[in-house]
């Protein structure tokens, strides 16, 4: 099942985001003892530095293949998945979905319809993020919260996504046998609860600086290309071509 097409939406309202960074094949960096946000921002110069020709980081899958099917029906036995478009509101806030589309509904009508956002991280995992989708008294979908990576979502529609604004714990899927895919579901969800250096606290502050490297770490392992024939760098101790690589154009 192949994305549809959809018109083309107004993106002059959008909050400007943040592109990822791409990943490296060195990550030699010198630690501050002074500053937290000095170390994470040589890291990340360094990372753009010897920046590979391959980026890594979140992707809106466009075809829903059987390894999407087989997640969605771990998450909502009975629902659909499908292409949703984003249209974001000029009063609407990145990541703040629920209160988004509840105001919606009290100027506009409508209803609020929650359940799961699909992506796929890097070629490791699927990952579900809870979110909320405003549709309309006509029944046609639509994403009003902003989110410039994206044109359009993959969503889910779960009535076991309670209506309310509390963290929900995402769901994952492995995509390949990899012995660190658990470590790194993991530190994603770390990075996903905004931590940010700058608290006051050094310590709390370069250990979230650390693993925001890690997580770039190994970004950059699932990202690597070898030969078809060549162990998978993610040490499944399967060929590239069968793990890795059998999702590489």
């Avoid at 501050?32 to 170390?39: F, G, L, R, T, V």
């Avoid at 209803?111 to 699909?118: A, D, E, L, V």
């Avoid at 529609?157 to 209506?163: F, M, Y």
């Avoid at 579901?185 to 490297?213: K, M, S, W």
Wanted: negative net charge; proline residues 7%.
């Amino acid at each position: 099942m192949s994305k549809p097409q959809r018109p083309k939406s107004d993106k002059s309202q959008r909050i400007t985001r943040g592109q990822p960074v791409p990943s490296s094949g060195s990550m030699r960096v010198r630690k501050s003892k002074n500053d937290p946000q000095i170390e994470l921002d040589e890291i990340e110069a360094t990372i753009d530095a010897n920046a590979g020709r391959r980026n890594f980081g979140t992707v809106m899958p466009d075809v829903i293949d059987d390894k999407i099917i087989e997640f969605c029906k771990s998450l909502a036995p009975d629902s659909i998945p499908d292409f949703v478009e984003i249209c974001p509101e000029h009063d609407c806030i990145e990541r703040k979905c629920y209160t988004n589309v509840g105001n919606k509904v009290k100027s506009d009508g409508g209803i609020k319809q929650c359940g799961w956002m699909i992506i796929k991280f890097s070629n490791a995992f699927l990952c579900a993020f809870a979110h909320a989708i405003w549709v309309s008294d006509d029944d046609f979908p639509v994403d009003i919260t902003p989110d410039e990576r994206f044109d359009f979502i993959l969503f889910l529609p779960s009535d076991s996504v309670a209506l309310h604004e509390y963290s929900y714990e995402n769901k994952h899927m492995a995509l390949v046998p990899s012995p660190y895919i658990e470590e790194f579901a993991h530190l994603h969800d770390l990075f996903c609860q905004d931590l940010t250096p700058n608290t006051g606290n050094q310590a709390y502050d370069l250990a979230v600086i650390r693993e925001r490297y890690r997580i770039k770490q190994l970004q950059h392992l699932f990202n690597l290309v070898v030969e078809p024939n060549d162990p998978c760098p993610c040490k499944s101790e399967l060929e590239y071509k069968n793990c890795c690589g059998s999702r590489v154009a």
